[in-house]
């Protein structure tokens, strides 16, 4: 079974530092992987989709990377604003199926 | 339109009452998703329709219902649901069954007394 482990669990940090937050599936054939962001009590917003030919995307201050061979991704925030408060999830499918299965989550807070 | 809109937003009831929840999505997305996500939790997968037909249940029970009256709105039906069941039911969209991005809802919190 499928296990999606996120390093750290909470994170506090000043305004103005580069952050990066960690991703650990347990199978390691991953096909899609997306990071999303969810406020508290709302639905969570797509930030960056990695499909099964890619290794890396890129979205303004955000950059997300996965390595197949690890099972592992990495989300890099740069420059964090207090507005990047937020749960961070990863969510990955294996073998071009549609069930993505979630991480555990990153509580960021960022201090202005 | 590039949402996905779940109603209501909240609901609370008891037992015995028998309620729906409402997704719709104006995107030609053709995989349509249930989500259930309980406090500090990420969220699980309960439902998958793909071009209208259910083609995934996380073997999740049968007081939850779910339905896909077309390819624009979903639809789960409650029934006898216990305390436990209390959660954001979050409602998600992707163009493909082959999940691209997913789109999801803001959900519906549900309190059941």
């Known amino acids: 079974k499928q296990e999606v482990t996120q390093i750290p669990a909470a994170l506090s940090v000043p305004e103005g530092e580069n952050l990066v937050l960690n991703c650990s599936f347990t199978?390691?054939?991953?096909?899609?992987l997306q990071w999303f962001r969810q406020d508290p009590g709302k639905g969570l917003t797509s930030l960056l989709l990695i499909q099964s030919s890619q290794r890396e995307q890129t979205s303004g201050r955000l950059n997300a990377s996965l390595d197949k061979s690890s099972g592992r991704s990495t989300l890099y925030i740069a420059a964090s604003q207090p507005g990047d408060s937020a749960t961070y999830l990863c969510?990955?499918?294996?073998?071009?199926?549609?069930?993505?299965?979630f991480g555990t989550g990153t509580r960021l807070k960022v201090l202005a | 339109d590039t949402e996905v809109t779940q109603t209501p937003k909240h609901l609370v009831m008891g037992m015995t009452n028998k309620k729906s929840l409402k997704c719709e999505q104006h995107?030609?997305?053709?995989?349509m998703y249930w989500y259930k996500q309980k406090a500090k939790k990420p969220p699980e997968l309960m439902f998958v329709?793909?071009?209208?037909?259910?083609?995934i249940n996380e073997s999740v029970p049968s007081r939850f219902s779910p339905e896909c009256p077309n390819s624009s709105l979903l639809n789960l039906h409650l029934h006898a649901l216990q305390p436990e069941d209390s959660a954001l039911y979050l409602c998600?969209?992707?163009?493909?069954?082959?999940?691209?991005?997913?789109?999801f809802g803001a959900g519906s919190r549900l309190t059941v007394l």
């Open positions: 995107m030609g997305h053709r995989a």
């Open positions: 199978d390691s054939a991953i096909y899609n």
């Open positions: 329709y793909s071009y209208e037909k259910l083609s």
């Open positions: 998600a969209s992707s163009q493909e069954d082959r999940a691209n991005v997913l789109t």
């Open positions: 969510a990955g499918t294996t073998s071009g199926t549609y069930k993505y299965i």
